[in-house]
């Protein structure tokens, strides 16, 4: 790992209207480093994540990607990072193949190229013997899979793992950071992710940031969070800086339209 | 291979996997076709207007360019509610390339399905004046199918969901069907009617179609032509605008 700065934060700050999602938040990851961003609902990590992977613009502040202005050079950003979203994003019609191989046109790999790291990739997450089956007949743990796949099919620098485990069983979770790790190893990729699975970031993450109420109220690693809060496990240390009520504050705007979507589909 | 083509690739591809898209999308102008065509056939020969089938045979396969290119905004909707749009939003290719790739492939399903009602017309009888013009008439498809479906995407850019998509197609497609001449001839109408049809481009699709088809005009065909193709670069311009500010 080296002192290198992959990602960076400089007094970003995301307003929706009259909400203040995210509020003058500056921060740094090192590359090669896993980083978990944790914060109760509505803290605002999809937030930033959504600033960082170039879907929502800040009101103010800048993001660096790799050297690359986030707003400024989006598609040299664009192109040094992977995301695997909450929701899933695959084409469900298409088969896991052809997902993969729309995803190489989308970052101009040549078909070449594209091929070998398909295959590879897709025994890695072993869903190479599935590559013909239309991704609508995957289970919800075979398409979180095959989206880690995707993310990675270009070599990006970061990858971005938005609740990656969220829902699924506990032998798939270990599979998935498994996957990760593996990767992260090999190309000294950073991770970025977000949870709410604490144990899941104490075992993985070298550091840890926490966000409440859109502002960044600490980062270290557990080690250093639980020092700072004189507790025994980052569960608790996070509990002593977010506090234990449950939060029920209104969403933000891009939260609040998800949220009707998913419960129309539902219906 | 290039963004544009793999985008559109997909649209095709999810349309002939789709086998009850197809029998929808050619069922519903079949029905239209046989009730209007028969049902209306005698009034109109009384009329003295001649064989109202082949009349209604160019109208037609207009209505299903138009209500097909226009669905290509409702996948759109889907694309959003179940996240595959999110997946071209961070990849690094321009909005225009994302809008163009699908588009074309919603506007080429649109024309096979326009095309589909042709052949289906050649079984019940219909018979172009002349087979080489069926060219021009595809040429006259493809140019509605690539406006519309431009359209639709721009529409589909800053709706959010299924249902507001839906109230705004009807609102738009039905008005712009019926008082095009797709089923009935301009020549005969009060005036006010034909003023609004005059300002419908989709008039002048409905009367391209059938010069070439049948040898019937309203416009003339040149100015069928400018008007389409004035049409076509207008809202290829909408929707590219508004794709650019889309958000998944």
Known sequence: MSKEPIIRLEHVTKKFGTV????????????????????????????????????????SG?????????????????????????????????????????????YSLSRKTARPRIEALLRLVELWNRRDTPVKNFSGGMKRRLEIARGLLHHPHVLFLDEPTLGLDTQTRNLLWDYVQKMRREENMTVFFTTHYLEEAEANADRIGIIDHGELIALGSTKELTKQTKTTNLEQAYLALTGKTVRDEEVGPHEAWRARQRARTMR | MNVIYILWLRQVKRFFRAKSRIVGAVGQP????????????????????????????????AQTVLFSAMFYGAMIMFDKQFGFLK?????????????????????????????????????????????????????????????????SSGIGSFVEDMQGFQAINQFLVFPLYFLSGALYPLDHVPAWLRIVAEFNPMSYA????????????????????????VTTIVLMGFGAYRFRHIEA
């Open chain 2, 30 to 61: 079949l029905l239209f076709l046989l009730a209007l065509g028969y049902g209306l056939g005698a009034v109109y020969q009384r009329a003295g207007q001649g064989n109202y089938l082949e009349f209604l045979v160019p109208g037609i396969m």
């Open chain 1, 62 to 106: 800048t993001l660096t990607l790799a050297g690359h202005n986030v707003t400024k050079a989006q598609d040299k950003a664009r192109k040094s990072f992977g995301i695997v979203f909450q929701d899933p994003s695959v084409d469900g019609e298409l088969t896991a193949y052809e997902n993969m191989e729309l995803h190489a046109v989308l």
């Open chain 2, 87 to 151: 997946e071209t939003l961070v990849a690094p290719v321009s909005r225009l390339r994302i809008m163009l790739g699908g588009a074309l492939g919603g506007a080429t399903t649109a024309v096979i399905q326009g095309m589909l009602v042709f052949f289906i017309s050649l079984v019940i009888g219909f018979r172009p004046q002349n087979w080489l013009a069926v060219l021009t008439t595809l040429v006259i498809l493809s140019l509605l199918a690539i406006s519309i479906a431009c359209f």
């Open chain 1, 20 to 59: 203040t999602a995210v509020n003058d938040v500056s921060f740094e990851t090192r590359r090669g480093e896993l980083f978990a961003l944790l914060g109760p609902n509505g803290a605002g990590k999809s937030t930033t994540i959504k600033m960082l992977t170039t879907l929502v613009k800040p009101t």
């Open chain 2, 206 to 229: 409905v009367d391209a179609m059938r010069d070439t088809l049948i040898g019937q005009t309203h416009f003339g065909l040149a100015k069928d032509f400018i008007v389409l193709l």
